[in-house]
Nanobody, 126 residues
Framework: VQLQASGGGLVQTGGSLRLSCATSGFTFDDYTIGWFRQAPGKEREGFSCISNTDGRTYYADSVKGRFTISSDNAKNTVYLQMNSLKPEDTAVYYC????????????????????WGQGTQVTVSS
């Protein structure tokens, strides 16, 4: 199982980035993919997820209305469109995968996810 997060970079406040999470080694349609981020000195935060089984999406209040998660089942890839970026969005961003939909009730807890990709750095300058 592999997850590869990419698309991070340096952007000014108000700018946009699109992250990708390319996956392989599991049945994509059976999994929930979550996005997490960790800023220096802070705990890892779950802020969005998507069920590839039924398309349900979830967002934390901190990103709702600014970030959009989507999934391309043909490419086994999940995308995160991030708009109106703020300096407080600066963090290392990770994608993670877990089978099924049972975790959707508490999707933001990182301990629920079995597979993780490496992080991609997002830096938003003020």
């Amino acid at each position: 199982v592999q997850l590869q997060a990419s698309g991070g970079g340096l952007v000014q406040t108000g700018g946009s980035l699109r992250l990708s999470c390319a996956t392989s080694g599991f049945t994509f349609d059976d999994y929930t993919i979550g996005w997490f981020r960790q800023a220096p000195g802070k705990e890892r935060e779950g802020f969005s997820c998507i069920s590839n089984t039924d398309g349900r999406t979830y967002y934390a209040d901190s990103v709702k209305g600014r970030f959009t998660i989507s999934s391309d089942n043909a490419k086994n890839t999940v995308y995160l469109q991030m708009n109106s970026l703020k300096p407080e969005d600066t963090a290392v961003y990770y994608c993670a995968a877990e089978a099924g939909t049972e975790l959707l009730r508490i999707w933001m807890y990182d301990a629920l996810y079995h597979y993780w990709g490496q992080g991609t750095q997002v830096t938003v300058s003020s």
